[in-house]
């Protein structure tokens, strides 16, 4: 089976059904919640940094064909962890994002009537950013992992050599 890459509609579905499953919970239970802090969401721009940088490095191994078993090379299963790093990223991300999405689409219309989503307010836009750069440094590790084109079967041209 080959693994293709992640197709855009599945992320906007996980966010689309995160946030109306957020919205309707938050619009019950809302008074129910402890406040949300600003580094409620943060915990994910860590994770997302360090899949920037590893698809930096992955990228220039995969460029300069340093792939294989070697003491200096990329093993290949390392790269598979990779990947299957990014694929889990961008379901967590996009959940998130969805969730915070959801929760401040009914926070935010309530700030002027309720001082308690005046001030949930920054932590959720804070948790939406991070989901969304998750997503983002998920796609970009998924990119990075992908296997240089395989050289064609056609025999040289005699002509070019």
Not at 25 to 31: G, N, Q, V
Request: glycine share 6%.
């Amino acid at each position: 089976m080959k693994l293709k890459p992640t197709r855009v509609l599945d992320l906007v579905a996980n966010v689309v059904i995160a946030a109306v499953a957020a919205w309707i919970a938050t619009r019950l239970t809302y008074s129910n919640f402890p406040p949300i802090s600003v580094y409620a969401g943060a915990s994910l721009y860590p994770v997302a940094a360090i899949e920037v940088v590893l698809g930096f490095l992955i990228r220039a191994r995969v460029n300069d064909r340093e792939i294989g078993a070697g003491r200096r090379q990329l093993h290949p299963i390392t790269a598979a962890r990779a990947m299957a790093l990014a694929k889990a990223s961008l379901q967590v991300g996009s959940i998130a994002a969805g969730v915070w999405l959801g929760f401040l689409c009914w926070v935010f219309p309530q700030r002027s009537t309720l001082n308690a989503a005046s001030a949930d307010s920054p932590g959720a836009i804070v948790g939406l950013l991070a989901g969304v750069a998750l997503v983002a440094a998920a796609l970009w590790l998924e990119y990075c992992c992908r296997a240089p084109e395989d050289p064609t079967d056609d025999p040289a041209d005699p002509a070019t050599t």
